[in-house]
């Protein structure tokens, strides 16, 4: 089982960054994806959540407008577009595959920093 980030990196402010988390060895389409962020000297911070098939999105006041939470589950892949970076932005970005009843699934990460 595993859920593998990536698209993080260096983006000036006012840029875009889309992150990528393909899912293996679990059925993707059951679950509740979810992106959260991590930023240093912080706790986790729940970003975004997508529901299983897609139809319901959800996010935190601070990202509402300028991300977008989106899933494909034929290539098992949640995607968060992120428009609009601005430097509180800055943070590791996780996603998680949750669904009730079922083990909880976490990505490793993928370091996203907004900096001129």
């Known amino acids: 089982v595993q859920l593998v980030e990536s698209g993080g990196g260096l983006v000036q402010p006012g840029g875009s960054l889309r992150l990528s988390c393909v899912a293996y060895?679990?059925?993707?389409?059951?679950?509740?994806m979810s992106w959260y962020r991590q930023s240093p000297g912080k706790g986790r911070e729940w970003v975004a959540t997508i529901t299983s098939g897609g139809g319901t999105t959800n996010y935190a006041d601070a990202v509402k407008g300028r991300f977008t939470i989106s899933r494909d589950n034929a290539k098992n892949t949640v995607y968060l577009q992120m428009n609009s970076l601005q430097p509180d932005d800055t943070a590791v970005y996780y996603c998680k595959a949750a669904q009730s009843g079922r083990p909880v699934y976490w990505g490793q990460g993928t370091q996203v920093t907004v900096s001129s």
């Open positions: 060895g679990f059925t993707f389409s059951d679950r509740v």
